[in-house]
Nanobody, 126 residues
Framework: QVQPVESGGGLVQPGGSLRLSCAAS????????MGWVRQAPGKGPEWVST???????YYPTSVKGRFTISRDNANNSLNLQMDSLKPEDTAVYYC????????????????????WGQGTQVTVSS
């Protein structure tokens, strides 16, 4: 079955860096756009980044210039390099698979992603 599995979360000080990874299985990874969504305590899901099958990345303004998404199709893996982390980046981060047939056309709409991993906690605190 489709199964994204995240790793790499943890506790980091403000201004620090973390690298998240996602191992995907159960589908032809190279033919789908992939992304990251986060959810902070008491808040709804927030889109973090998406990379399309042509390796073009997309980011909201909240993380642009600080986060870098990448994919390795040979190893069915997705990565998120997070630099200059802020306390407001604290959340559970989910690796998500895009649904190209989704009714929701905007990458920023988290309802368009049809499979989500179990999530990894990222905490930014001094």
């Amino acid at each position: 079955q489709v199964q994204p599995v995240e790793s790499g979360g943890g506790l980091v000080q403000p201004g620090g860096s973390l690298r998240l990874s996602c191992a995907a299985s159960g589908f032809t990874f190279s033919t789908y756009d992939m992304g990251w969504v986060r959810q902070a305590p008491g808040k709804g899901p927030e889109w973090v980044s998406t990379i399309n099958t042509g390796d073009i990345p997309y980011y909201p303004t909240s993380v642009k210039g600080r986060f870098t998404i990448s994919r390795d199709n040979a190893n069915n893996s997705l990565n998120l390099q997070m630099d200059s982390l802020k306390p407001e980046d604290t959340a559970v981060y989910y690796c998500v698979k895009d649904n190209p047939l989704s009714y929701y056309s905007d990458y920023a709409d988290t309802r368009r992603y049809d499979y989500w991993g179990q999530g990894t906690q990222v905490t930014v605190s001094s």
